[in-house]
C-alpha cells in the first residue's frame, strides 16, 4: 500500500511539473510572441446549422518567426481543421506580420456553449488558451 501510496505522489508530482512548465515564459528577449485581437471569440446568438467558423486574429510582436504547431479544441464540437486542412498558418508568420487560426463550431448543438482552444508554439509562452462562447438556437420546425 506504501508503495502504492509513493507512486501515486510522484506522479502527481509530474503532472503538476508539466503544467508548470506550459506557463513559464521563454526567457529568450528575441522570442516569438503572439498577441489576439481578441482571446475571447463570442458568436453571439446563431441560428441552429449556421456556419460555425470564426477566425482569431494575431500579429507575431516578437524579434523572430513565430510557428504554430498545433491547435485543439477541448472537444469533437470545436474543431481546428477546416475541409480537411489545418485552420492555422503552417508557414512561419513574420516579425510584425500577422495571421489568422480559424476555429469551426458544430452548430448543430442547440444552447450555450463555452470551449478552450489551445495552442501551441515556439511563443514567448509556448501553449497559449482562447476561447469561443456563445449560444445556438433550437432547430425549428418549419
Known sequence: MKKILVLLAFL???VSASAQDSVIPNNDP???EMKFETEVLDYGTVDYES???REFKFTNVGKTPLTITSVQGECGCTATTIDGKPGWPTEPILPGKSGVIKIKYDTARPGRFEKN???TSNSKFAVKKIRIKGEVRPKSNG
Open 30 to 32: 528575441n522570442a516569438p
Open 12 to 14: 502527481v508530482s509530474l
Open 51 to 53: 456556419n460555425g467558423i
Open 117 to 119: 482552444i489551445t495552442v
